[in-house]
């Protein structure tokens, strides 16, 4: 114990040792593991082998396997209108960051059914029956890869697209858009972050002076101000137990679209189940409409 001063009693020398040990164990752990904790895709139980179909819920699809840059292989649906689909907004559908896309057809149904656009829904890597592990970057690739696919297919590629995301679906969503915004007509974002080192305070207050070790920081703060001229709507669950509230009010008020934006919050809105609160599908119908294919 030479690296301590010799007037310290050695029961705290060694209590000091093992306390700095655990905390650099603990942290090790941290930095290795912590994809699995932001990416539980396994949760529910069955959402790496059950993928419900967009059939079971009165939608016209087919199921694509796309093959990233890096060699990974995705699982898609592309649900078409039947009649009209060149005509019509395409929505991108990025989902949180538990479950599958298949969790997420009853929202997905909404803008088929009700709004009558077109609707893609990607697995992440890792997610699904979908290859690989989710990382940053590789989520980042995956968005490219399906965005990609809309740009060359026949009956896309012409639309108004539209990125819709939640939570971790709306950090895709920004950053996607921010690469690429001469592509897309609009965005939704619901109930996402600043950045996760930012959020991680509140989720995990006990690790909060170790957030710095995080290596996926999804900086949402930063990209939406590269987004300029296209229509953004903000959907924020005043209620959210996750994502503090004030994250999306700070991504409405760092926002520079030149465009329309507009903020929707919902007083009884937690972070799973804002989308079920009165108005939701309201905002959205209206947003489409007036702002994306401007209808008087």
Request: aromatic share 12%; proline share 5%.
């Amino acid at each position: 114990m030479a690296l301590l001063p010799d007037y310290v009693p050695s029961y705290v020398q060694y209590f000091i040792a093992g306390t700095s040990l655990l905390t650099l164990t603990f942290a090790g752990l941290l930095y290795s593991f912590q994809c699995t904790l932001i990416y539980p895709a396994r949760f529910p139980n069955g959402s790496r082998s059950v993928v419900s179909k967009p059939s079971e819920f009165g939608m016209d699809y087919t199921e694509e396997i796309l093959m990233t840059k890096d060699g990974i292989q995705l699982r898609a649906y592309i649900c078409k209108l039947p009649q009209n689909a060149r005509n019509r907004p395409t929505v991108l559908f990025f989902h949180a960051n538990a479950g599958n896309m298949g969790h997420r057809l009853p929202i997905a149904r909404k803008f088929y059914t009700d709004f009558k656009c077109n609707v893609v829904m990607l697995s992440y890597r890792g997610y699904g029956l979908s290859e690989g592990t989710p990382t940053e970057k590789g989520l980042r690739i995956d968005s490219q890869t399906i965005l990609d696919f809309i740009l060359k297919d026949e009956d896309l590629k012409s639309t108004k697209l539209i990125a819709y995301g939640q939570s971790l679906g709306g950090a895709v969503s920004i950053d996607l858009v921010s690469r690429n915004e001469d592509k897309f007509s609009g965005l939704i974002l619901e109930n996402t972050f600043l950045s996760l080192p930012k959020v991680i305070p509140h989720v995990l207050p006990q690790i909060r002076y170790l957030s710095f070790l995080c290596h996926q920081i999804w900086s949402s703060e930063q990209s939406i101000q590269q987004i300029v001229n296209i229509p953004i709507l903000f959907l924020s669950g005043l209620r959210d137990e996750l994502v503090p509230p004030s994250h999306m009010r700070q991504l409405f008020e760092l926002s520079q679209t030149r465009a329309t934006k507009l903020w929707k919050e919902f007083s009884n809105g937690t972070h799973n189940d804002t989308v079920f609160q009165f108005g939701y599908f309201d905002a959205i119908e209206d947003f489409i409409k007036k702002y994306v294919i401007r209808e008087e």
